[in-house]
């Protein structure tokens, strides 16, 4: 069954820590993306990828980088973790063709930065 | 940047009733408009999108776009408990590189048994 996956489901650091956020889909999409969810803003994108060794800006990358190793594997770094960037945090991903902008999304993680 | 609003924030509509749910967007060229559903602890599911003028109907959801307004809506008939989640409208955007969605901040419907 396709499927976008992520880990860990819940992360604690403290400030000034490294995290990596990673994600999986077996959906066989071409496009991945990173977004974090917080009340009020709702979901905002943070960066997405259209393959391998791609990244495109989102509307909130600052403070996060990504990388897309693979076709399947898509992950967001935080480098220096700030307690602004506690939130729940979603991959997705998506196809092309009629129907590309349906986006498949993984159960999230939630980040806690203290 | 396309932006996206919803209304209202919040509804509670009794079971059987017809939940009517909102959302504008600023770019009339827009693509299609996506509305998913998220429950509690998961992820947002899609529910159903619509790209041309008029209206849609799977099942118990009906959409209405109206390009020249900027407005779609989106109406469950006949509610049920299970319905009860936030409902994201999404926006295609055409961004420079590639292709996202734009997510409004949503509306929590709760449906009373």
């Known amino acids: 069954e396709a499927a976008v996956t992520q880990s860990p489901r819940n992360k604690v650091t403290v400030t000034g820590g490294n995290v990596t956020l990673s994600c999986r889909q077996t959906?066989?999409?071409?496009?991945m993306y990173w977004y974090r969810q917080d009340t009020g803003h709702g979901l905002r994108l943070i960066h997405y990828s259209y393959g391998a060794g791609n990244l495109q800006i989102g509307d909130v990358p600052d403070g996060y980088k990504a990388t897309r190793t693979t076709q399947e594997d898509f992950f967001l770094l935080l480098e220096l973790a700030s307690p602004s960037q506690t939130s729940l945090y979603f991959c997705a991903s998506s196809g092309t063709g009629v129907n590309y902008a349906e986006q498949f999304f993984g159960p999230g993680t939630r980040l806690t930065v203290l | 940047q396309e932006k996206v609003q919803q209304s209202p924030e919040s509804l509670i509509v009794p079971e059987g009733a017809m939940s009517s749910l909102n959302c504008t967007f600023s770019?009339?060229?827009?693509?299609s408009i996506w509305w998913y559903q998220q429950h509690p602890g998961k992820g947002p599911e899609a529910l159903i999108s619509i790209f041309s003028n008029g209206n849609k109907k799977e099942g118990r959801l009906t959409v209405y776009l109206n390009r020249a307004s900027l407005h779609v809506s989106l109406h469950i008939r006949d509610s049920q408990p299970s319905d009860s989640a936030v409902y994201l409208c999404a926006v295609r955007w055409e961004g420079q590189g590639g292709r996202a969605l734009i997510f409004g901040t949503g509306t929590t419907v709760s449906v009373s048994p």
């Open positions: 770019n009339s060229a827009s693509q």
């Open positions: 959906n066989s999409h071409n496009y």
